[in-house]
């Protein structure tokens, strides 16, 4: 997520607090509120994740972020979003084993992904693997949303992106390895070699950070597209499709590729100031949320301490300059680096390229998506908002010959 530095924008209108009652016959038609990008507005109630801008915080299931980061996997965290609770060690068995089972691509969808051009966008080949998985009788896709559907479509996504990663690179497309947990499996399928302990703990942290995040852009287009009884796969493919904007999830790599732009703390000073005072995007900075530091941020900036120092000091260099210089130029505007930042360092650290960046927050994601589908499913009702018409009324038609 970005955040361009400039005083333009929308400046979402007040709700009315008072109601005034119409005395004739007739009701009276409900005001219409409409703020840009749906911002204020509750689309759904929800016991999975609690975003709270003001505090900093973000719960899952009643547990903060910070006591789940590094002391938890995200087979653990998947649980809890699935059943509500964390598991005890035969419910974290039983589902490993479940993920196992499900490690396996047809090779129809084997033989799509070797279809695909070289160049295509990790993304574009993650939609579309997972698509043509979904097409497929033998998926077990159909019908109402399940959690069995719900962990069927999470251990896949890191298979499918793997596969993609290997064939275009020219490489043997790898099958799994039973005794390796999520992130493990997924660094494995990418390498061919067994991932360094750092990176396991790094990765994890990371899918357990990303896991969920409230109603977000592609997490309220899943639940759309689950309110039309529609299937688990439609609706996250859309998802996908969502998280892939730059607006929301692609940005990762453009954090990286600011830090290269920049080069040095010595160079920060002056570059940054010339990007705000220009009007343009700080990669990494400022979310639509949070009015205070990013808790997740917080998380992954230590972790990218740990994993790469070098690195880091470039990060925090950056970070601590361009902080001063919001403050400075733009007073009251509350802008801290957000998810993002620290994300492109510690993915970088762990050996992955900048394009696998957003693909690898789909796989972290698809736990809170497919969360949200069954939440949604359990007490559906068809989301369908309006929309403020400031077109023309009451042309007058003329036939086309008279035109």
């Known amino acids: 997520m970005s955040t361009r530095i400039s005083d333009t924008g929308n400046t979402p209108q007040k709700e009315n607090a008072n109601v005034t009652t119409n005395q004739s016959s007739q009701p009276a ?21 609690l975003v709270d801008g003001t505090a900093g915080r973000l719960i899952y299931r009643g547990y903060n972020i910070h006591d789940l980061a590094t002391t938890s996997t995200f087979e653990e965290v998947a649980h809890l979003l699935w059943f509500g609770h964390l598991p005890n060690q035969q419910e974290l068995s039983d589902l490993h084993e479940k993920f196992v089972a499900q490690r396996d691509v047809p090779e129809y969808v084997l033989q799509v992904i070797r279809g695909l051009p070289t160049n295509t966008d990790p993304m574009d080949a993650l939609r579309t693997a997972a698509s043509a998985w979904g097409a497929l009788k033998t998926s077990g896709i159909g019908g ?39 992130a493990a499996n997924y660094l494995y399928l990418l390498t ?17 950070l990303l896991a969920d995040h409230g109603m977000n852009a592609s997490t309220f287009t899943a639940r759309i597209v689950a309110s039309t009884e529609s299937d688990i796969v439609s609706s ?44 343009g995007r700080l990669m990494g900075f400022g979310h639509r949320v949070y009015k205070t530091k990013d808790p997740r941020a917080e998380e992954l900036r230590e972790m990218a301490r740990i994993a790469d120092p070098e690195e880091f000091k470039l990060s925090y260099g950056v970070e601590e300059r361009a902080l001063a210089l919001l403050e400075e130029l733009k ?21 992955l390229s900048g394009d696998l960046f957003t693909p690898t927050f789909a796989i972290s994601r698809s736990a809170g998506w497919t969360a949200h589908i069954l939440e949604q ?17 009451d042309l007058t038609f003329v036939p086309l010959t008279e035109r």
């Open 29 to 49: 038609t409900p005001a219409k509120v409409n703020k840009g990008g749906l911002e204020g507005i509750v689309a759904a109630i929800t016991a999975i994740s």
């Open 192 to 208: 061919g070699e067994l991932p360094k302990n750092e990176h396991v703990r790094g990765l994890n942290s990371y899918l357990v």
């Open 331 to 351: 007073p009251g505007r509350r802008l801290y680096t957000n998810v993002e930042y620290y994300s492109s360092a510690l993915m970088s650290s762990i050996g």
């Open 144 to 182: 109402k949303p399940d959690v069995h559907q719900a962990i069927a479509i999470t251990a896949r996504l890191p298979l499918f992106m793997a596969a993609f990663d290997r064939h275009r690179h020219g490489k043997e497309i790898l099958t799994s390895r039973a005794e390796l947990g999520h």
């Open 236 to 279: 996250l493919v859309a998802a996908i499709g969502a998280l892939k904007g730059p607006l929301h999830g692609g940005a990762p790599s453009k954090v990286q590729d600011m830090l290269r732009e920049i080069g040095s703390i010595e160079n920060s000073e002056q570059w940054l100031r010339d990007a705000i005072t220009q009007g």
């Open 377 to 393: 499913v359990s007490n559906n009702r068809l989301i369908r908002p309006e929309a403020d018409y400031t077109g023309p009324q």
